[in-house]
């Protein structure tokens, strides 16, 4: 059973489900970055991890049935692409401060996704 469908029995929203998991996400880079001089063996698995999420992120909202405005579509796209660039930045050069992007993009977006629409209007 994935995520999605873990979703409906937990009566958890899709937008809630995706908050905690990019917030999920942050806390394990930021908890590599804390950790940097001293144990960086969790980072590959940490921005695996973040891929992962971004992938099945960007194509739920890129899927032909989704319901997201053409414009939030393409955004989340590029910021898939991005997340993906960094993380192979990282992965050839590692600086924990490179971290910061990936660690800042999933709070803001998990923040935005923790408000629900018609509390945003």
Do not use: C, H
């Amino acid at each position: 059973m994935n995520a999605y469908q873990k979703t409906a029995q937990t009566g958890r929203s899709q937008r809630q489900l995706e908050a905690t998991l990019l917030m999920k996400a942050a806390t394990r880079l930021k908890r590599v970055q804390d950790n940097w001089d001293k144990d960086q063996s969790d980072l590959e698995a940490a921005l695996a991890y973040n891929r992962t999420l971004w992938t099945v992120l960007s194509t739920a909202a890129t899927e032909p049935d989704s319901q997201l405005p053409a414009e939030l579509k393409r955004n989340i796209a590029l910021i898939t692409i991005f997340i993906f660039n960094r993380s192979l930045d990282i992965q050839i050069d590692p600086k924990a401060t490179d971290l910061d992007a990936l660690i800042d993009i999933n709070r803001s977006i998990a923040q935005g996704l923790s408000v629900e629409p018609a509390e945003a209007a």
